[in-house]
């Protein structure tokens, strides 16, 4: 079951896409310098039932065009699952990850439409920084998107 601390709505962490937030706890993988380290619990926050999701999705479907979990590819069978209701919706699908590309399994990877992989490097900086070990794909293609990151 996928536990998640908030949903928001989100307008930068997608280019060009309003995604619904999901930011999912009980996070294994506690990057050093993480942003969010209040994720790391495991058995934290609400769970994300199915009701729930379709119930935020009807409630926002005219105004989100993605959903993004920030984590939960550590309850794979759940996140597939949340995946799918989501696309069912029309929806383009995203998941942050500390995992490297290769880590994320190919079924998960077959329900996104985008994956940003690579753990938090805090010298190395985020999908912004040219130095970035990050990387935010486009799934389909396997095309590295991070320049619509860069800000002149």
Not at 8 to 14: A, F, G, N, P, T
Not at 37 to 60: A, C, I, Q, S
Not at 103 to 113: G, R, Y
Request: charged share 20%; hydrophobic share 35%; with cysteine.
């Amino acid at each position: 079951m996928i536990y998640y601390s908030d949903l928001q709505i989100v307008l930068q962490e997608v280019p060009g896409q309003i995604s619904l937030c999901v930011s999912v706890t009980g996070c294994p993988l506690r990057c050093k310098g993480c942003h969010s380290p209040f994720l790391w619990k495991k058995g934290t926050g609400t769970p994300l039932t199915d009701e729930l999701l379709v119930t935020t999705l009807e409630r926002y479907k005219d105004m989100i065009s993605c959903v993004l979990f920030m984590g939960g590819e550590w309850e794979e069978e759940d996140l597939i699952h949340k995946l799918q209701i989501a696309r069912a919706y029309g929806l383009y699908t995203c998941l942050y990850t500390g995992l490297t590309e290769e880590e994320v399994s190919k079924a998960i990877k077959e329900e996104l439409t985008w994956l940003k992989a690579g753990p938090w490097i805090e010298v190395l900086g985020g999908l912004s920084a040219p130095t970035t070990n990050q990387r935010f794909i486009e799934v389909s293609t396997g095309r590295i998107l991070n320049e619509m990151f860069h800000h002149q």
